[in-house]
Structure formats: structure tokens, C-alpha cells
């Protein structure tokens, strides 16, 4: 779990990213699988989320599975979430579903995704 308490490099969380990661976003009805697309959101969460006050209040470890509590501002709005995450036997993620509220943060993280993830795609094309 150093990736989340430090840095979040992407070759850090390529390392730690099953193949077949399944990836549970609060702005994506249905579950993303596969490693791309999940480094594609956590990258996308990373730049609007991981502000200068992003910071992880809480941390509950039940061996191979966690939920990390995190608070975050964004555009004057307070975002409070979870991040829920569990591993296989080799310690590599295999699920990663994140939860936000209050409804105002979901439409304030929806927004910033949104325009992030169309600016990540445009750079690809």
C-alpha cells in the first residue's frame, strides 16, 4: 500500500494493478475491467482529486482487503470518500471501487473527470 501514501506514480501503480483489475468508479454505471482503463481512471482521479489537499484520514486493513477514507477539496467544494480496495495472494489489486459524497462532490468529481478523461483521450488520438 506505499503507493498511497506517497506519490502517485504511474509506474508504482502499474506495478501493483492485476491484469484483470476490476475498477468501480462513482461516475461510471457500469465496472471498467482490465488494467489500461483502470490506470486511465486512477490517472484521471489522480491530476483533479490528488490536490494539494487531498490526504487520507483514515485507513481500515483487513489483510487483503482495505478502505482508505479520504478528503479532498475541489472548486470550494469538500469531498469526502473511500476508496475500497483488495489484492490477490502475489499482492497485486484486483478490485478498486471508490465511493464519494456528498452529492454536490459527486457533480463536482463527475465534472473534473469527465473534462480529464476527454483530455487524456484527445492526447491519445
Not at 489483510?63 to 475500497?84: H, P, R, S, W
Not at 478498486?96 to 454536490?104: D, H, I, Q, S
Not at 462532490?105 to 483521450?121: D, N, P, Q, R
Request: include cysteine.
Amino acid at each position: 500500500m506505499d503507493y498511497f501514501h506517497g506519490d502517485h506514480d504511474a509506474a508504482a501503480l502499474d506495478a501493483i494493478l492485476h491484469d484483470d483489475v476490476v475498477f468501480q468508479s462513482p461516475i461510471v454505471h457500469t465496472p471498467q475491467r482490465g488494467k489500461p482503463i483502470t490506470m486511465m481512471y486512477l490517472g484521471a482521479a489522480g491530476e483533479t482529486l490528488g490536490n494539494d489537499s487531498f490526504r487520507y484520514v483514515r485507513i481500515f486493513d483487513c489483510g487483503d482487503k482495505a478502505v482508505l477514507e479520504f478528503e479532498t477539496e475541489m472548486d470550494g467544494v469538500q469531498v469526502n470518500g473511500i476508496d475500497m480496495i483488495e489484492w490477490d495472494e502475489a499482492g497485486l489489486i484486483t478490485d478498486f471501487k471508490v465511493m464519494v459524497r456528498p452529492l454536490k462532490a459527486i457533480e463536482t468529481v463527475h465534472a473534473s473527470m469527465k473534462a480529464m478523461l476527454e483530455s487524456m483521450k484527445a492526447k491519445r488520438a
